[in-house]
């Protein structure tokens, strides 16, 4: 998809990345639709660093209900009468994972809509900027790790990898990160791939 963006061509200062979501088209949900799915919003932490921008990743532990051990972004289920729209459940989400202050995330973006198919959620994610590298809190019942990465990496050909896979109802397309020691796939992985296809595009 970008293999052949040479090493200078795949670093993005959140300048950069600002420009490049100024003209997304406006968000839609993309599916898969499942009977009875919930509604549930991300967070897309970027910050800028040694004028790179990188990517706020989280590592679920193993006792979580779904999705356990993946990488993910901080999230969750909308939850009705306490969160006054899906922007309002990502950042609320953030800060209770990870400690990140609602005030200080600028909120740049909303991507489209995926859906998930065996844990039946309609996930809205949210691109949001912090100023400074942020210093993290993670809670423990929900983090097990924070990965900072940055958009270079995600990029390398060496990194990222598709399947198509097969399956009674649909052939569908799988996306992997391969990170030095951690693999990003599932719905992450998906959002990711459609949030740098989109500023690669024309690079």
């Known amino acids: 998809m970008w293999g052949a963006l040479g090493a200078d061509r795949r670093r993005f ?8 979501l100024a003209d997304l088209p406006p968000a839609v949900d993309k599916g898969p639709s499942v009977e009875g799915s919930r509604a ?5 932490p970027l910050y800028e660093l040694d004028g790179e921008a990188r990517v706020v990743l989280i ?7 779904s999705h356990r051990g993946e990488i993910a972004f901080p999230g969750g289920k ?14 609320r989400e953030a800060h209770e994972e990870v400690g990140l202050d609602p005030d200080d995330v600028e909120i740049v973006s909303r991507l489209d809509g995926i859906g998930t198919v065996a844990t039946r959620f309609r996930i809205a994610p949210f691109v949001g900027f912090l100023a400074r590298p942020p210093v ?20 390398d050909p060496d990194v990222y990898r598709e399947e198509r896979w097969d399956t009674h109802t649909a052939d569908f397309d799988v996306h992997f990160y391969e990170l030095e020691d951690e693999t990003v796939w599932g719905a992450t992985a998906r959002i990711l791939t459609s949030f740098l296809a989109h500023l690669v595009a024309g690079r």
């Not at 200062?13 to 490049?20: C, P, T």
């Not at 590592?59 to 209900?65: D, F, G, H, I, N």
Request: charged letters at 30%.
């Open 59 to 65: 590592k679920r532990p193993e006792t979580m209900p």
């Open 40 to 44: 549930a919003a991300v967070l897309v």
């Open 136 to 155: 993290f809190v993670p809670n423990a019942r929900e983090v097990v790790r924070v990965l900072e990465v940055p958009l270079s990496e995600l990029l």
């Open 78 to 91: 909308f939850e009705d009468g306490v969160d006054a729209d899906l922007r309002a459940t990502a950042l």
């Open 13 to 20: 200062s959140l300048g950069e990345v600002r420009a490049r």
